[in-house]
C-alpha cells in the first residue's frame, strides 16, 4: 500500500530553518507528483507545494513563496520540503501527500504528518 511517512519537524525561532522530509512507498515514486499541505488548529487546509517527480516542475503557495524549497530524490522515493525565513504564521502540522496539484488541495494519499512550530 501507499505509505508517506514525514518527518524533520520540531520548534524553531522566527527566522531559522527547519529540513521536513518525506519516505514514500508502494508506489513508482518518479510517475507521481507528490508535495505538502499544512493544516494549523481552526483553520482550512492549505497547500503548501508540489513537486512532479517525472519533469521537476514546481509550485508554491504564495504564502512560501521565495521561502521554502522542495525537493526530490527518486532513488530514494523521498521528497524534502527546507524550510527557511520560518515565520509564527508557518505553525502548523505538515503532511505529505499525492498526487498534488497546484490548483487543488484534494488528495488520494497522505501520511500523519510532522509538527512545525515556529515562536517569535
Known amino acids: 500500500e501507499v505509505q508517506l511517512q514525514a518527518s524533520g519537524g520540531g520548534w524553531m525561532q522566527a527566522g531559522g530553518s527547519l529540513r521536513l522530509s518525506c519516505a514514500a512507498s508502494?508506489?513508482?515514486?518518479?510517475?507521481?507528483?507528490i508535495g505538502w499541505f499544512r493544516q494549523a488548529p481552526g483553520k482550512e487546509r492549505e497547500g503548501v507545494s508540489c513537486?512532479?517527480?517525472?519533469?521537476?516542475?514546481?509550485y508554491y503557495a504564495d504564502s512560501v513563496k521565495g521561502r521554502f524549497t522542495i525537493s526530490s530524490d527518486n532513488a530514494k522515493n523521498t521528497v524534502y520540503l527546507q524550510l527557511n525565513s520560518l515565520k509564527p504564521e508557518d505553525t502548523a502540522v505538515y503532511y505529505c501527500?499525492?498526487?498534488?496539484?497546484?490548483?487543488?488541495?484534494?488528495?488520494?494519499?497522505w501520511g500523519q504528518g510532522t509538527q512545525v512550530t515556529v515562536s517569535s
Open positions: 501527500a499525492t498526487p498534488c496539484w497546484y490548483n487543488s488541495t484534494s488528495y488520494d494519499y
Open positions: 513537486i512532479s517527480s517525472s519533469d521537476g516542475s514546481t
Open positions: 508502494g508506489f513508482t515514486f518518479d510517475d507521481y507528483t
